[in-house]
């Protein structure tokens, strides 16, 4: 369990997680569904920064909310996703970036592009159908982050570590 990668997300707040859960439930097919619908920042941090990133973590949580939105939809190929924009998410990922660097695998290291993936592992054209179904009534809106949240890899399940919220 020591040996488990971490995973850091943002959580939703209220009311928004739960029309993503229900979205990710409808088009996600179930035996891959396995956690949650999430926002990752960092999705293979070594287990030996567990305590400095919890630090971090809620040092940042000692503030308000920080300010997203949901900017579009996202074509995965064999899934479908929302694109999100956040600045101060961005600021967040960032600061954590240049803390761990070195440590981190390509995929961490690369250009972040925020997403939350309701539809993941599906033939193209039914990807093809949800993403225009959505497209067909999107429009960009807020979305509200409650907090930060770090978990153990547990090779397909995630194990909650522990949520900061959000002051503020």
Excluded: C
Excluded at 156 to 165: K, S
């Amino acid at each position: 369990m020591v040996g488990e990668p971490i995973i850091v997300t943002a959580l939703f707040g209220d009311g928004d997680n739960g029309w993503l859960q229900d979205l990710r439930r409808r088009h996600f097919p179930p035996e891959r569904n396995i956690v949650p619908a999430h926002l990752t920042l960092f999705h293979h941090l070594p287990p030996a920064v567990e305590r400095e990133l919890g630090q971090r973590l809620k040092s940042y949580a000692a503030v308000q909310a920080p300010e997203a939105r949901i900017i579009g939809i996202m074509d995965l190929g064999r899934g479908t996703a929302f694109r999100v924009e956040s600045e101060e998410l961005q600021d967040i990922r960032y600061d954590l970036l240049e803390a761990f660097r070195g440590m981190l695998i390509p995929q961490d290291q690369a250009p972040w592009r925020p997403h939350i993936t309701i539809q993941n592992k599906v033939e193209p054209r039914l990807a093809k159908s949800l993403q225009a179904e959505l497209r067909a009534r999107f429009e960009p809106r807020p979305l509200s982050i409650k907090g930060l949240a770090s978990w153990r890899y547990m090779g397909g399940p995630w194990q909650p570590i522990r949520e900061h919220v959000f002051r503020g």
